[in-house]
């Protein structure tokens, strides 16, 4: 297994850097594109990396923030491809993010793409939902706890005004390694990593997740220099992760530096850092 990072907040020489994430995942010579970033700049990224996105056998939407699906109209426009785009139904509502000083933002998607290309999108509700090739979407992520969001910006507008996001529109990609153990892609885990690595080991009890690679939401408002995270909470994580038997992870995207250079510090398991064009074979 291949996991290429195709758009990523760091920079790369000769590659574009956003604050979004793409990512290319190979696995037994299927491909697939996990979330499109913000911008359409994967696309570029990937001709110069050489990745072959025309080949995805589907296209998968983390959730409906516009730092992950922002990039999927210039995929659904330039690349020629008939990939699905699997998506939850609650991605379709419409996110703010409220903050501090009360000014709103739209951190959603243009959802009229669901119209022009109707054919395209493979619209998901409740449950989890295999692809096959031992590659699995999870959905419905228990939410709230000790390891729960920490993020008290994000909302949904409904009817009766903004209400906090209940992340229905979060799935996470798990793939079963040759050897039988777990990876978990999560790009953004609004639901908390923990409490998403725990919902997998209730579903698949027989395998451990071994691997992860994702965002884990621990920045805070003012950008990658800072942590919504209170002191000693990314060691807990990390803790949390290594007692469900995590080894490894890769994190960066909405992680943030300081969470990153917390959790490194911690000698549970080992945690790298994502970063714009890099792969990581599994
Ligand atoms: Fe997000
Ligand atoms: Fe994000």
């Not at 409906?64 to 659904?76: A, I, P, S, Y």
């Not at 993010?97 to 290309?117: A, H, M, Q, W």
């Not at 706890?145 to 949904?156: E, I, Q, W």
């Not at 919902?199 to 997740?209: A, E, G, N, Q, Y």
Request: charged share 20%.
């Amino acid at each position: 297994m291949r996991i290429t990072v195709l758009i990523e907040n760091t920079p790369a020489e000769g590659l574009y850097h956003e604050h979004g994430l793409s990512l290319w995942l190979e696995h037994r010579d299927r491909g697939y594109l996990i979330d499109t970033g913000a911008s359409g700049h994967f696309f570029d990224n990937a001709r110069t990396l050489g990745v072959p996105v025309e080949t995805a056998k589907a296209v998968i939407i983390s959730h409906g923030h516009n730092d992950h699906v922002g990039g999927l109209e210039r995929f659904l426009q330039e690349v020629d491809s008939t990939a699905p785009v699997l998506i939850r139904t609650a991605a379709f509502d419409d996110f703010r993010c409220v903050k501090s000083d009360g000014t709103e933002e739209d951190i959603g998607f243009d959802v009229e793409l669901i119209n022009r290309y109707s054919d395209r999108f493979c619209v998901l509700g409740d449950g989890h939902a295999s692809l096959g090739n031992d590659v699995y979407l999870i959905g419905d992520h228990t939410q709230g706890g000790p390891y729960g969001s920490l993020d008290k910006t994000l909302k949904v507008l409904r009817p009766e005004g903004l209400v906090p996001d209940p992340f229905k529109h979060e799935q996470t990609v798990v793939v079963e390694g040759d050897d039988g153990a777990l990876t978990l892609i999560s790009p953004c885990s609004h639901s908390g990593i923990v409490n998403i690595v725990e919902d997998v080991r209730r579903l698949i009890p027989s395998r451990t997740v071994r691997n992860i690679i994702g965002g884990f939401h621990l920045m805070g408002p003012a950008g990658i220099n800072s942590t919504n995270c209170p002191p000693g909470y990314c060691s807990e994580v990390i803790n949390g992760l290594a007692d469900l038997g995590v080894e490894q992870i890769w994190t960066g995207h909405c992680t943030g530096l300081p969470a990153l250079r917390a959790m490194s510090a911690c000698d549970a398991l080992e945690v790298h850092p994502l970063q714009t064009g890099m792969s990581i074979d599994l």
